[in-house]
């Protein structure tokens, strides 16, 4: 596995997305970018965007959303993107490579979008 620096400098190259994926059938109306689905494979965290998936649909009104994993604080939160805390969930995954990831997530044409920040 990659170190917690290789990972970052390679997330860094996604300015946007080529096309959007679906990783889950559980999940038909959320889709992932180019980005997020690297960093799905790299970092072994299919799992974030399930959770990420099986959240939205409380807050399908909302048109941004941020959602943060901290691996200190095993802290899944999801926020409107203004720091107010809409969901936290606390999970413990002493092997995800990275102290802290954010994602973004957007409305599409019918469907949710999960991005990296430099995606948006």
Request: glycine letters at 6%; one cysteine or more; charged letters at 20%.
């Amino acid at each position: 596995m990659k170190t917690q620096q290789e990972i970052l400098s390679s997330l860094q190259q996604f300015s946007g997305s080529e096309q959007y994926h679906r990783w889950s059938p559980l999940f038909p109306k959320v889709v992932a970018t180019d980005g997020v689905m690297f960093l799905a494979r790299e970092c072994c965290s299919f799992w974030l965007l399930d959770v990420v998936g099986s959240v939205l649909p409380e807050f399908n009104s909302e048109e941004f959303l941020t959602a943060t994993y901290n691996k200190e604080q095993h802290l899944f939160t999801l926020d409107d993107g203004n720091g107010n805390v809409l969901y936290a969930q606390q999970i413990s995954l002493p092997t995800f490579p990275l102290d802290e990831i954010k994602l973004f997530v957007t409305d599409g044409e019918g469907y949710k979008v999960i991005m990296l920040p430099s995606e948006y």
